[in-house]
């Protein structure tokens, strides 16, 4: 492999989404169950973003379909939550905590490789989220540069395009095997990180065992001495 | 001013691409004067992105348009130079030094706001470059990412956009007139950071004087304690 550029996903992969989400809805919901409404929040994010991906409405930007998802969730748990209250919570997921290894194993990647987000978030979510967790990326790559979201494959073209490499030269990192999969399709070589907890402590993350890919890692720094 | 983001121009204004790129000539082409070739090569990059700005020619990237600038003083010094050397010496514009200031004025300013390139480089020279010099943005935003040119509206605006800001919260930082006239029609604030070495010592660099903007500064530390 000759890898030049390695590609993060952030929510769940770089970033605990789960204990960040659950955090600021406890604070600005205190009568809902915090973890339970991160994670019914967190499932509408694949069907929200298919409903682009199909064509069935027009690109939208993350904090559009976090918003519309939340309005959903809110009237579904018949829960009140004024206009300030609603967009505190969807900036909720511009400020995420880094998993204990990010910021360290990202560090050592960075010396002998670009390291670069490649998030379905958008730009300046993602920007907000790499600054507060002071991640040590090279530079910000969004699903949002190519109008499209991941697995789709034009999200991965337009990364290997904006940096100018072939994509084999790429490592897609991700703790999903939707996303190694779909990057994978695109010509990336592809890293599994086993996150258990990323989807909180009820629901099952992806396992190592059900995902093909080049590499496999339990953590950024697993990660960065494997390719040293 | 409200000012969120810091949009930085780089050739010139962060990084000495004088010297970066004489050095680089001297080691490459030994036979040629070093400074005056930098000097004609920079001469033709407004022209060349004057083609692609007026529609005479599609889009293409920096790298192209430095090569076929390159290509054609080559020939018009009648020097010769095989594709290889060529390619190194387009590579010269991925890693200039920074000015002594750049760095640790950027780290100040990033302290408060976000703090972005903002250039007519490619997204992937800025990566090498940012990376080579370790400047401390927090994200890269290229004119290539808007498929224009500055002082095209549509790069000030592409970045507001992106950032999910007004266009008054970026102040465009450069040491160029015309890309603060640029800046400053597209609705963006404007400082003038006086480069009087930029264009090397031959040539006189623009003026604080001849230009109408927000804020002077005459280093990136300057400038962080007057927005402080």
Known sequence: MDIRVVACDIFGTTVDWYTGVADQVAQLLPNVDAGDFAERWRDRYIPSMNRVRSGERDWAYLDTLHRESLDDLLRELDVEADDETRDRLVLAWHRLPAWPDSVSGLARLRAKHVTATLSNGGVALLTHLVKAAALPFDCVLS????????????????????????????LMVAAHKWDLVGARKAGLRTAFLSRPLEKGPNKQADQAADVDCDLYADSFLNLAAQLE
Chains 1, 2 share one sequence.
């Open 143 to 170: 699903a949002e540069l190519a109008h499209a979201y991941k697995p789709d494959a034009a999200v991965y073209q337009t990364a290997a395009a904006l940096l100018d490499v072939q994509p084999e030269q790429i």
